[in-house]
């Protein structure tokens, strides 16, 4: 190079430009941080997608064949659908709400265990970012589990999936799977170890969702066992989403009684939403 040659610029001799002073690097919503945890929890999970999402598609088409096979094979008819028909969709949702509570359930218990809590609280992450992060990852492990699901079913013989309502599949779905995993995240955040976990999966998750309507309408059950069975709000994903396949439900007689159940889990989610941020901030159990 010449005298009269102008130097070249190296990357480690550039200014940087720097932020105003005053002026925050991140603004009100960390955007960035946000989908950066999301797509860190939706990778571990897929990951061992074996584990994750087929196998839990194959436990629940299982459940189809057993359930058609032993109670429908004299073209039993449920609701005016072959019994596998109405049973399908509730196996759907019920395979999402597990695996969007088994994935919620394990991130915070999974760090505290393995000492990378930190991982979690340390970044520059609000309660709520932490939160919709988790929740979101989790609500995703649920939707591709369903949809998983629904293409097995969708080959299986008798079963016949119709869309003649797809905002209740949509909406009865979303609800499903975010309030698992908000229920997912706070169990998170109490356990202390895997049993603590385990035991609100047999104890309270599964009994939900095997008495919610899964495999029968409650009109067959005695009076008493239907207003329990109405106090549970599995009842009305499932039955709300079954909905949305069939044009028909067990929520009510009306379709204004569906858009009351869709209504009602709406606010349920909020309030669970709240009291899981609230309880996100105190640092309990994760600061300590």
């Known amino acids: 190079m010449t005298r009269s040659d102008p130097p070249h610029d190296k990357p480690h001799d550039r200014a940087v430009p720097l932020q105003a002073p005053g002026v925050p690097i991140i603004g009100r919503v960390n955007w960035l941080g946000l989908w950066t945890l999301y797509m860190k929890e939706v990778r571990r999970f897929f990951k061992v997608q074996t584990q994750t999402i087929w196998a839990p598609a194959v436990t629940t088409l299982l459940f189809l064949i057993i359930f058609s096979v032993a109670l429908g094979r004299s073209s039993r008819e449920v609701l005016g659908v072959p019994f596998a028909s109405f049973v399908a969709p509730g196996l759907i949702v019920m395979g999402m709400m597990q695996n969007a509570f088994a994935n919620a359930g394990f991130s915070l218990l999974g760090g505290k265990i393995q000492g990378t809590i930190i991982d979690y609280l340390m970044p520059?992450?609000?309660?709520?970012?932490?939160?919709?992060?988790?929740?979101?990852?989790?609500?995703?492990?649920?939707?591709?589990?369903?949809?998983?699901?629904?293409?097995?079913?969708?080959?299986?013989?008798?079963?016949?999936?119709?869309?003649?309502?797809?905002?209740?599949?949509?909406?009865?779905?979303?609800?499903?799977?975010?309030?698992?995993?908000?229920?997912?995240?706070?169990?998170?955040?109490?356990?202390?170890?895997?049993?603590?976990?385990?035991?609100?999966?047999?104890?309270?998750?599964?009994?939900?969702?095997?008495?919610?309507?899964?495999f029968y309408v409650i009109d067959n059950l005695a009076p008493f066992f239907q207003a329990i069975s109405r106090l549970n709000p599995f009842f009305y994903v499932i039955s709300g989403f079954r909905f949305g396949f069939l044009g028909r439900s067990d929520i009510g007689d009306t379709n204004m009684a569906v858009l009351h159940g869709a209504l009602g889990l709406g606010v349920l989610n909020l309030v669970l939403g709240m009291a899981t941020y609230l309880i996100l901030r105190s640092g309990w159990k994760l600061r300590s």
């Not at 356990?191 to 939900?208: C, R, S, Y």
Request: glycine share 10%; no cysteine.
């Open 124 to 214: 520059p992450l609000s309660s709520l970012e932490l939160m919709a992060g988790i929740v979101g990852a989790s609500a995703t492990r649920g939707i591709l589990v369903g949809l998983a699901v629904a293409a097995a079913m969708a080959l299986y013989p008798g079963v016949q999936l119709d869309t003649p309502h797809p905002w209740a599949i949509v909406w009865f779905g979303l609800m499903g799977v975010i309030m698992l995993s908000l229920l997912g995240t706070l169990t998170s955040i109490w356990a202390e170890k895997f049993d603590h976990n385990a035991a609100i999966t047999n104890f309270v998750v599964a009994p939900l969702s095997l008495l919610s309507g899964t």
